[in-house]
């Protein structure tokens, strides 16, 4: 099992979200980073962290689980999407998605402050300064010293 921090805009879709609707696609990832993490390296049972940015309370908001490995998302060939993308082709698509499962929420939102204070994430590219991977691996380590804070 390994673990990851998936970002997400809560405005668009939150921890809420997910909670309600118990299992989702993870949909809408468009950087080829990201993509290739999802593709090659997210298996079912990895655990994730939902992390809400691009908002006033920014920072780690809950848990949720692997339940289906990459696929082609199929967004990127729906032109009523956002995430349309006219260069992506069924037969060889561009880009992927992963189902994710709701586990909980956390007790508290843990806010990018207090990470970014965290001697044990010093490597965590979350806290790196021009870092806007929205898939991220968490080390073993670096997920033990998250769960401790909550």
Not at 50 to 72: F, L, R, T
Not at 115 to 137: A, C
């Amino acid at each position: 099992m390994a673990y990851w921090l998936f970002k997400t805009e809560p405005d668009e879709y939150s921890i809420d979200t997910l909670k309600e609707e118990n299992v989702s696609c993870w949909e809408g990832v468009r950087n080829y980073q990201a993509r290739n993490l999802l593709r090659d390296r997210v298996k079912r049972g990895d655990l994730v962290f939902i992390y809400h940015s691009s908002c006033k309370n920014v920072g780690i908001a809950g848990i949720a689980k692997v339940v289906k490995e990459s696929y082609p998302d199929h967004f990127a060939f729906d032109v009523e999407s956002h995430y349309y993308d006219a260069k992506s082709n069924p037969d060889k698509p561009t880009w992927v998605m992963v189902d994710i499962e709701f586990v909980r929420k956390l007790d508290r939102l843990i806010p990018l402050s207090e990470l970014k204070t965290m001697p044990e994430l010093s490597d965590l590219p979350l806290v790196k300064r021009g870092n806007r991977l929205s898939v991220m691996p968490v080390s073993d380590d670096e997920w033990q010293a998250i769960m401790s804070r909550h």
